[in-house]
């Protein structure tokens, strides 16, 4: 399609919602009316983000445009206290000229607005609205402990049958508390209590593995600290040991090749690696998502040269050392070993190792020098 026929059926999408709903009824009785509105603004915005996805010429319209005009178009079902409209704002939040409240406020009201409110409802757990990926992303905004307790609501509406959702809602709760890395000790021990709790409750159950890996966790990978002994396998074989990078700030960058966004991530990390190679700065994949011929081609495919462990191999699995159920974008070690920081974005990864090269002696102020946490 045309770059401006493109461009000319995004306009209308991007015009003001003219009179878009009347007042609706209180949460609890929103008709099945508002729930079709909802639906079709959303068909619509993924299909305003399709045509720019295939538009061959920088467009006009940006994806944050999109989101702005969305968020007007969706403010009268929020007013309306429909659920799934609050959170797809809070994900694509935009403020608006309309709004009372500065958007910090905007967003803390919205947020008393979903949760407990809608903690037992299905669509929480939809990938479109992501609402506890959404919490935890506005952990700065709403502090760890009112964060953690808002998660502690979704956790308490799930039947204990529903082991994948009591995980996915206790892991929210433990990394409002405590994020991977977490250099405090408090709040790695207020963490560490929730998953012992859950221990004690079903020692044999389906979630005590879990609890003993996230409890090692809490533990071992913790900032300032060094972490355990790694030794790997590439897919050909050949032994890699993080130990072997010891004097360099390294970068252990995680990725599957089975995905477009982790092909990127991949090519990134080559690209650090080949800015940096000298002695400053190394580059270690831990790579997997594929079967080792498939690996060996799209390695191929992207480029990469840097050195990488396959974690598809039975010889070892950095995740398995590490006890990670899912692993960061990236961990960056200082030259002596220690972790520096815990990256989960690309945007986070330069002035992560820019961190780390600038300040080469971290020396122990965010290690636990005063003994381990108690099990």
Same mark, same amino acid.
């Given at each position: 399609m045309a770059p401006f026929a493109t461009l000319a059926l995004l306009v209308p999408l991007l015009a003001p919602a003219a009179a878009a709903l009347p007042p609706q009824p209180p949460p609890s009785t929103c008709t099945a009316a508002v729930d079709e509105h909802f639906r079709a603004l959303l068909a619509e915005?993924? &299909?305003?983000?399709?045509?720019?996805?295939?538009?061959?010429?920088?467009?006009?319209?940006?994806?944050?445009?999109?989101?702005? &005009?969305?968020?007007?178009?969706?403010?009268?079902?929020?007013?309306?206290?429909?659920?799934?409209s609050i959170a797809w704002t809070l994900r694509h939040f935009v403020p608006l000229a309309s709004d009372e409240l500065g958007p910090d406020e905007l967003r803390r009201e919205l947020w008393s607005r979903l949760l407990p409110a809608f903690a037992a409802e299905e669509w929480i757990?939809?990938?479109?609205?992501d609402v506890l990926g959404t919490l935890l992303a506005h952990r700065s905004l709403l502090g760890p402990r009112p964060c953690a307790e808002l998660a502690a609501t979704v956790l308490a509406a799930q039947p204990l049958e529903q082991h994948d959702r009591r995980l996915r809602a206790l892991t929210a709760q433990s990394d409002a508390l405590a994020?991977?890395?977490?250099p405090d000790r408090a709040a790695?021990? *207020?963490a560490a209590s929730l998953w012992r709790r859950e221990f004690q409750r079903a020692p044999k159950g389906a979630l005590a593995s879990h609890c003993e890996r996230a409890l090692w966790r809490l533990e071992n990978i913790v900032i300032g600290a060094s972490l355990p002994p790694l030794v790997s396998f590439d897919v050909d074989g050949n032994q890699l040991s993080v130990s072997d990078f010891r004097g360099k700030v390294l970068v252990l960058g995680f990725f599957s090749l089975a995905s477009e966004q982790?092909?990127?991530?991949?090519?990134?990390?080559?690209?650090?690696? &080949?800015?940096?190679?000298?002695?400053s700065l190394a580059v270690l994949g831990i790579g997997g998502g594929v079967q080792p011929d498939e690996f060996r081609r799209r390695v191929d495919e992207c480029g990469l040269r840097l050195p990488t462990a396959y974690e598809g191999g039975a010889r070892g699995s950095v995740m398995g050392a590490l006890?990670?159920?899912?692993?960061p974008l990236a961990l960056v070690l200082d030259r002596d070993g220690r972790l520096r920081h815990v990256v989960h974005t690309l945007a986070e990864l330069e002035p992560a190792y820019t961190d780390a090269l600038r300040d080469? *002696?971290?020396g122990g102020s965010g290690a636990d020098s005063t003994g381990n946490l108690r099990r």
């Open positions: 915005y993924h &299909a305003a983000v399709a045509l720019l996805e295939r538009m061959t010429t920088s467009p006009s319209v940006s994806t944050a445009d999109l989101d702005r &005009a969305f968020n007007a178009r969706m403010r009268p079902l929020v007013d309306a206290g429909h659920g799934p757990w939809s990938r479109e609205l994020p991977l890395g977490e790695r021990e *207020a982790g092909r990127r991530d991949a090519q990134a990390f080559a690209q650090l690696d &080949a800015q940096f190679e000298g002695p006890r990670l159920d899912r692993a080469p *002696a971290m």
